[in-house]
T-cell receptor, first 109, second 117 residues
Framework: SQQGEEDPQALSIQEGENATMNCSYK?????LQWYRQNSGRGLVHLIL?????REKHSGRLRVTLDTSKKSSSLLITASRAADTASYFC?????????FGTGTRLLVSP | GAVVSQHPSWVICKSGTSVKIECRSL??????MFWYRQFPKQSLMLMAT?????????EQGVEKDKFLINHASLTLSTLTVTSAHPEDSSFYIC?????????????FGPGTRLTVL
């Protein structure tokens, strides 16, 4: 399977703490994207980092990409209860997205 | 902008019947649409890619005759689950890319939950 892997599978933190999720993928990519999915809902695109970029910021999100290790990380700073969701990385190559296994984040008030 | 809708949002059907799910790009022209399925607490798996006016490209292991995809216009793609069985129960999500929104980003619909009794 070409599916990427994410860890941890589940993460439980308190509001205000930072959350870090890691993603590994298997093939060459054009870019890597992160999505959020609230329970039973569609996906929300969070951020895209291209293969020639190493780090990218968007608001409280920070994404890193290490193509030599085929890995990426997503950091959510100063988390809020509203950040509770599942987070998926998706590697894009040949115009197809391959999703990781996902991290379920629970942020408690 | 870049809104994708799906209809219906949920459907329950009897085993053996066929179900059609629509995916529409509301404010852009989608040259390419994608269909995914997601089992509970699992990730999204790509089923097929469709380009407007041409046949869909199915991923390995996805039955073409069971999951019929039609991309008849730049704003509409349909997925028909033929002779549905309980194991087809899943969350089906479409996405669309193309036009002015950029080809790198896929915009996802809200999903359709299919339950086959």
């Amino acid at each position: 399977s070409q599916q990427g892997e994410e860890d941890p599978q589940a993460l439980s933190i308190q509001e205000g703490e930072n959350a870090t999720m890691n993603c590994s993928y298997k093939t060459s990519i054009n870019n890597l994207q992160w999505y959020r999915q609230n329970s039973g809902r569609g996906l929300v695109h969070l951020i895209l980092i291209r293969s020639n970029e190493r780090e990218k910021h968007s608001g409280r999100l920070r994404v890193t990409l290490d193509t030599s290790k085929k890995s990426s990380s997503l950091l959510i700073t100063a988390s809020r209860a509203a950040d509770t969701a599942s987070y998926f990385c998706a590697s894009e190559g040949f115009q197809k997205l391959v999703f990781g296994t996902g991290t379920r984040l629970l942020v408690s008030p | 902008g870049a809104v994708v809708s799906q209809h219906p949002s949920w459907v329950i059907c009897k085993s053996g019947t066929s179900v059609k799910i629509e995916c529409r790009s509301l404010d852009f022209q989608a040259t390419t649409m994608f269909w995914y399925r997601q089992f509970p607490k699992q990730s999204l798996m790509l089923m097929a890619t469709s380009n407007e006016g041409s046949k869909a490209t199915y991923e390995q292991g996805v039955e073409k005759d069971k999951f019929l995809i039609n991309h008849a216009s730049l704003t509409l793609s349909t997925l028909t689950v033929t002779s549905a069985h309980p194991e087809d129960s899943s969350f089906y999500i479409c996405s669309a890319s193309g036009g002015g929104v950029g080809t790198d980003t896929q915009y996802f619909g809200p999903g359709t939950r299919l339950t086959v009794l």
